[in-house]
């Protein structure tokens, strides 16, 4: 028996040509060669998307390095106690520098210019601690 859509050659068991999907068999009704042929979609086309794009090469800083400079920046705050003149050393303990750090930095009558310590020390804590942070995020990455 042959297809009479396409001409393949069937079993004569076969209800539908495996090659185009038309129905066909001996055993069908009158009322079934009447009917016009029925073909059968053995498979959907799958649309073809291509693959999400990645992120370009450019890397992003690391979480961690931003939290890391801050705690550098403030850490830089009590340091900048050793960085500054002995005048402010014999006078103010630790703990009274600290708490007299607002009145310290706003201060302009001295002439002394007591801000200079206190910046560069913070801008060191913030880079020191932004790199220590930078390879802690990396080494966490890589395991």
């Not at 340091?79 to 103010?92: C, G, N, V």
Request: glycine share 6%; aromatic share 10%.
């Amino acid at each position: 028996m042959f297809c009479t859509q396409c001409g393949h050659k069937l079993n004569d068991t076969a209800f539908f040509c495996p090659q185009c999907g038309v129905r066909v068999g001996s055993n069908r009704r009158s009322s079934e060669a009447s009917s016009p042929p029925v073909r059968v979609i053995l498979s959907q086309p799958q649309e073809v998307r291509p693959p999400a794009p990645t992120h370009s090469k450019k890397r992003s800083l690391p979480k961690l390095v931003p939290l890391f400079s801050f705690i550098g920046f403030l850490a830089g705050l009590p340091a900048s106690y050793f960085f500054q003149d002995p005048f402010i050393r014999e006078k103010l303990s630790l703990v009274d520098y600290i708490k007299l750090l607002p009145d310290i930095i706003s201060d302009k009558s001295t002439g002394t210019n007591f801000t200079t310590p206190i910046i560069a020390s913070c801008l060191i804590g913030a880079i020191l601690f932004g790199v220590v942070g930078y390879f802690i995020a990396l080494s966490k990455k890589s395991s």
